[in-house]
């Protein structure tokens, strides 16, 4: 039996033990993960610090050597996220719907947990953490596969929310790494359909195009964002603007942050004026349609590939519309379904807009970046869905769980 | 541009529309469904015998002949079906969620049509109107991919709804039919993410698990059903017997039909013995455990196989257990997921196996030929979900949608 069979058993075995777990029992060993992690800092960091020379050696970006990084402080904040977590209300065993039918048969919907979550991810070791605890406040087992970068950082981390668990009286297999970091045995991670129940792929668009492609476990495709502000005749410009660069600067490498800006042509000279050099302020490229690029000097022409490109980087695709309905029909066309916001003072637009637009998230007068698990008030994130299947924007503990009927009789039959 | 990207594209654009028409508009395109079939039931008819022509002529079976065949009837039991569609209420454009943030932005939570859907069937044109017009009432297009044994029956029978839409006013690309018979062609068709949203298989466990190993477009899971019936030490017997008889036999070809049945062992000898014959009477051929063919002369000897296996016939696999905790194990590791009963008197029993049961329907002192959309009072079923992402059990014209957060601010940014 290979790894991924052997451990698969053992998650599934340990999730029917979480799947009945009370509250109680559940937020006693996040507690003691939060402490373990804080208690064994030191082990953690050397162990990262293997990582990281590795990392020196084979080139990695000093951009992903920071994400590999861990710290002190940042040991801290994963604690600190775990902590957070143990005061989220537990998702499981809900009722959720009660019908009695002619018959007599009483039908209950309850919620349950998924059973076996697959997360698959990059070299941050902070998303073993996250994951994991949110994974186990809502009853399930978790199998992670991330990135062979933080192959000792992972393990180091596991082993730690494993003593935890151990120490709490419950299952510690419902954590399982995977070791083996054979691309063979990441394609067969994808398509192990007698353990998992459900795979997260938490990381870039590469990642997700290729869990997306491989998969034949049911997949929640997450995170790839390219997000529109359109600004419509007669929106209130300095509040456009200011929702534009928020939308673009605040952290442009985040998935809720914008990439294509759309205005009306009756404002789009006043308004690409004004935007203008306050993007020039930021370091924002603009690359434009002809109408923009009239009217902005700076701007370079965009192709019809800028359109469709998340460039998580300070480059800002430009388009003047016609009207709102164009603006729907560009952003239906070309965004990834994540975020899209107008700017406007006329209801009758903002409701055409909210309703024409088919994205997760679809802002009136606000910046795309409160697309996020915490901006929403759900006090964690799994990831952002860009499916319609399941769920469906910012996913909390609510999404990692699925749901039951139990039917009552006595002796029913049909 | 190929038949998929052309259909899909139409599919996309007439999707927009479907998603904001009001539920009278929907409704007057079913009733004129409805109306356009009876009104051409004869040019159906004579279609659907062209296609028994060639299907007698290939050597279907007579099974297969008979789930082809439409008749008068039959034509009136599908119409009957449809108006009764227009009675269910609108799952689309219910609010509900609303909260405000603490910076102000109000998030709305608003349900909203999946968008298009894709169904890959067998050779049952029933199914053609039946999932085209659930799917229009949720406000979805849909993409139909149904067996080429019926192709000129579902050919006729969109023309039919394409004209019923078409006179009630509204797009009537919203149906496609793909014509492209092709196993390269239906290859595409599951990875079709650019137009597709979902894809429902429906049909058997063959159709389901290619759909699931070759889509890349998220799919449903449906209808694969190994369902297990328990008789409890404290079984009120009689009624056990008419739950197991009522849960094999009453229509054994069906998913919510039982495959198992397991015994505790303090009330094997006598529940054999009162079932044996029943079963014989009603033409069951037993496969039992050692223990089972030691108190059932007529059983044969089953293998693991046979425990893992949906006969969707008339054969029962059979197998004494020691309590309700090795039932709940044997069929957490043998059953599709789909529905298992308990039979029991005893609270703490019933309890167990209800909590430590992983499938969508657990019954107590019922039989799993509740199983059902109808029998739910969903009031119509476009499948039973064996997965656990998005639904599970029976999907009525909820699991046909999805949700959308419309947030509203006045500047917001973060």
Redesign the interface.
Known sequence: MNELNTKGQLL?TAA?AW??ADTETKNRVLSAIADTLMAQADTILKENEQDLIAARENGLSVAMQDRLLLTKDRIQGIADGVRKVIDLPDPVGEITDV?T?PNG?R?ETHTVP??VIGIIYEARPNVTVDSAVLCLKAGNAVFLRGGKEATRSNAALVACMKEAIRQAGMPEDAIQLLSDQSRETAKEFMRL?TYL??LIPRGGAGLIRAV??QS?V????TGSGNCHVYVDDSA?LP?AL??L???KC?RPSVCNAAETLLVHQSVAEAFLTMAEPALKEQGVEVRGCAKTCALMPSAKPATDEDFYTEYNDLILSVKVVEDVDEAIVHI?THSTRHSEAIVTKTQAHADAF???I??????????T???DGF???FGAEIGIST????A??PMGLRALT?????????????
């Open positions: 599934k029917r799947a009945v019908v039918r048969l039908i998924l059973g359909n129940d459900v997306v492609e034949t049911p997949v929640i495709e209130d509040m200011s929702i660069i928020n939308a605040s239906n909210v309703a024409g088919d994205s997760a998230a679809v802002y009136v007068n606000a910046s970046r409160f697309t901006e929403f008030g499916q319609k299947l399941h469906r924007g699925s749901y039951r009927y139990q039917i009552y009789g006595d002796g029913q039959i049909r």
